[in-house]
DNA sequence: AAAATCTGTTACGGAATACGTAACGAATTT
DNA sequence: AAATTCGTTACGTATTCCGTAACAGATTTT
């Protein structure tokens, strides 16, 4: 299969030989991803575009491999032990995940607030660590949760921060719809979102209140690497009209205060990040 | 390669027919999850056997399908942000009461107690789930009681494991009758409380003997999550007398199995938990 | 400074593997 | 009871993978 030279150009890499097999597979595992709950071999071989006799032997193999079980009943599949090992592992080596747990727990025992804590994967701020309140009441705040980039305090402050050619057709797509959340926001052209997020990032902070959760408000700050890039956000979240989102109120320092000491401790230099 | 009809029945499963190239290449991603860090390409390659150019030529494909990172410096190997998605679609999935129902159904057949799982909700150790025995006998657990902390196998391993400032408050509030059950039960200060949660971290495992209920005996067991933080409690329930709580004792032992089980279910590293 | 390792990476031919098509049995539906 | 749908398996050919070994770059040794 001789690529033309063009084509080479456009394609990411010269790609050094490789396993075609394992290529061939990572298809199943994404529709497994995608889809919430289990999925039927048919749905998985539309999904994928393969016939589903080859879907089949994949399966097979990803089963006895551990990244993938099968209802024992001959039934629908879904991801395996080995998946949840992966991402355990995965989860433990990035840094400030390790850092984050004890300082957002401070944090949530010092304003009484939850706390919780996105990084950027999966296409969006995707909600990585929790610390409750021992209040009942709010708390839709779930892990894996992937937010929106306009009408939510973590999406904000990651477009805030983030190369713009990251985000630019995500935020296309957010405003594409006329009667979607940003558009309620108030939000329809490029120039309202920087108008926006130049505010969030001239307070290093971001607000959300009442959009993709209703109800809801919150509060979001960077945390920065030693490479002074947007690796995470925390936030405070709490019920509308709870939670004193003015730059100068008690949550917004302790947020700004606990965001800061971790992006120190990340090797981030704070004085050079615009 | 024909196998010996000798050969085939030792082995576990009819084997399939699957793509040998993904289970060949698992054990790569396996030596990347053990692995605590990066690794160059000779640790993998011998960590698997494989020789260096064909390990090589899997991680060109895993990094491609983007299971796998390099250092851009042409070095050192890591899991990559697939692994991440992977992790996190895997645990959205996993509901502890859901894979804990047939694990307490073994466990209650086993042993022929009542087995019950409490989760934190509603202010205290919340019972969710009730696998019971055939005897009449016993067994006043209903479904939603909320146990008190001190004085409930359930409540005080929850006690032991969670956050102090999540339960001081209720904690005081038990402390403070003096013919309440805590009293009863010997607790008077913290410090009581404290000494005999030590015991229970030190086990892994709580007691409690004619406390809230009278003539009832409970071992209760923690079950933690991938943070590592208690989200269950799993306990045998059983009459005063006819329940050995004794650490070596068969129902203990079982249930810490149990317990550990569900653990690293949940991608618990329990080599890692006080 | 030159040589000698060590690293990660790539080439090549023979042999085993994967693909596509289609059939099979078992549920479930008509 | 017939028909559909589902998961699963068989078969022959073309493709891919494996093992050996060489290549360039970096680091260390002489």
Redesign the pocket.
Known sequence: MAVDVNEVDILER?A??G???IE?GTPVLRALVQAKGPM???AIATATGM????A??Y??SYIRAGLVT?NET???YDLGPFALELGVAAMRRIDVMEIAQAAMDELRNLLGYTVSLALWANHGPTIMRIAETPDIMSLTVRFGTVMPLLTSSFGRIFTAYLDRRITQSMIQAELADPKGLAAQAGLRTFADVDKLLAQFRARRMSVAENLSTPGRAALAAPIFDHNNRIVAAIAVVSVQGRLDLDADSRPARELANTARKLSQRLGAALDQIP
């Open positions: 010269p050094s030989t396993i075609q097999s061939n039927s071999l048919t016939a589903p006799g080859k089949h032997k399966l097979a099968q001959g039934g629908r």
